[in-house]
């Protein structure tokens, strides 16, 4: 009997008298932990407005549930869920690779795309998410999509969170309007394992030398506080000194004496190039009039 344990013994009646026997004492049964959903992936990203993205993921039951996949999901920003097709054109497996085609966006932007698995016997998993930076290749601009693997060094918003490493993933737009002084866009970064998801507010400035990109800024952390930001990032596509794009995001509290609270190039100089490799997605640069 799942849930139960059987005790034999002494058991008292009603009379307070005592007769031998066995009664259940019932139990909590463990939780089985839900369905993993991994390796979401928008492609391309960046990419610019009016384009398709097709998205995929992977969704397991292999060492949860144990129960066939019998559907995925994803969202845009929270929105309303949207179904996904198996890769192999039916959901028929413990394990499966999903796919779907996101409609184009019209404007430039990121967004959060998650997916999220249910099995047959109706369990539906944790999601998990990506950033997709979405540009208009007629303006200048800076944008990059992905994520990189967060060093132990990197996280010291909380206690909790120093010391902590896995993937913490990004994405971004920056960009000159026409004649502005300052530089317009959005950018976000999120830890999820150290609990910070950072949101950027304003911009401050934007610097656009060749292949290295550098902006400054104001955000919020998990929707409230005052921190600065400052993020160095490097296109592999316009230099041969690497082939890989390299990232790094350096988030300080402005009303904590700017102690710094992430940084993955801790006690790097601000005016270093980032060496930080990507694990996936890219980095692009555009120049107004190229």
């Not at 005592?18 to 019932?26: E, H, I, K, L």
């Not at 969202?75 to 413990?94: H, K």
């Not at 060094?153 to 909790?160: H, N, Q, R, S």
Request: with cysteine.
């Amino acid at each position: 009997m799942s849930g139960t344990t059987v005790v034999i013994g002494a058991i008292l009646d009603d009379d307070n008298g005592t007769n031998s026997g066995s009664a259940y004492v019932f139990e909590p049964t463990s939780v089985v932990e839900g369905l993993i959903t991994s390796n979401v992936v928008a492609t391309p990203n960046p990419v610019a407005v009016n384009n398709l993205i097709t998205l995929t993921a992977s969704v397991d039951n292999t060492v949860t549930g144990g129960s066939n996949i019998a559907s995925a999901d994803y969202t845009i920003d929270g929105g309303t869920p949207v179904g996904m097709a198996a890769q192999d054109s039916a959901f028929d497996e413990v394990s499966e690779l999903v796919t779907a085609v996101v409609p184009a966006f019209a404007a430039a932007g990121v967004h959060q795309l998650c997916v999220s698995g249910t099995d047959s016997a109706s369990n539906t998993g944790d999601e998990d998410c990506t950033f997709l930076a979405v540009h208009d290749p007629v303006a200048g601009f800076v944008a990059g999509g992905g994520w990189i693997d967060s060093p132990a060094t990197a996280c010291y918003l909380t206690a909790a969170c120093e010391g902590l490493t896995g993937k913490a993933n990004f994405g971004f737009v920056s960009r000159y309007k026409k004649g502005a002084q300052t530089p317009t866009g959005n950018t976000e970064f999120q830890f999820k394992v150290g609990d910070l998801n950072f949101h950027s507010g304003t911009y401050e400035w934007l610097v656009v030398a060749n292949h290295r990109a550098q902006y400054k800024g104001v955000g919020t952390i998990n929707g409230g506080g005052n921190y600065g930001f400052m993020l160095f990032v490097i296109d592999a596509n316009l230099t041969p000194s690497t082939d890989v794009d390299l990232f790094r995001i350096k988030i300080w509290d402005k009303d904590n004496g700017d102690m710094v609270v992430y940084d993955n190039e801790l006690g790097g100089a601000d005016d270093a190039d980032p060496t930080t490799e990507i694990g996936g997605g890219s980095i692009k640069f555009h120049s107004q009039g190229n």
